[in-house]
């Protein structure tokens, strides 16, 4: 059960800002002038890189959703493992769109819709002294604003129980690098 909630509105909440689909290949996205992106190298031991490899392989990467309400306060979730994050969920076969639109329907039980493409990241994993590669995306889109400060009555998505949430108007402290920049771009 959800809680309740007055409808959304289907008007855009920023009507000037371009629409930009998640495309199934979010690499297409770095030739997008309007959206940021960027590009991490990190090397894995190779004792380690096995199991990374095969845990990486089965996922395209993560959707990222920024989510705020018409306050301006911004959705955070703990899924106990990560700590305080932007929503986020694991994406297989190219359900980029799909999988944001169940982060927030399974976070906040409101139906958002989705009002562009900030920012792409590539992360390319290497093998430290061998041939190993894995490459995954964090595409991270911008959630059309909710009313209230909407929490479903049991939060869960991608995670193994329910996640805990929160509306806040200032990030924790131990919010850091990615996270916290990710962050700032619905500040």
Known sequence: MYLEHAPMSNEPAHPDAPTREIPADPETLFDDPAVDTET??????????????????????????????????????????????????SVRDGDWADRAHEVVDGLTGWTSDLETVERVRRIDYHEDGGDGRVTVHHVVVRAEPVTGDPVAAEPTVGCDGTAEVDWVDALPSDVEGVVRDDAALFR
């Open 40 to 89: 991490q190298t990190k090397e894995i031991d190779a004792d380690d890189f096995d199991d990374l490899r095969a845990e990486l392989t089965a996922v395209d990467g993560w959707v990222v959703v920024g989510l705020t309400n018409e306050a301006g306060a911004l959705l955070l979730m703990d899924d106990g493992t990560h700590g305080w994050t932007l929503p986020a969920v």
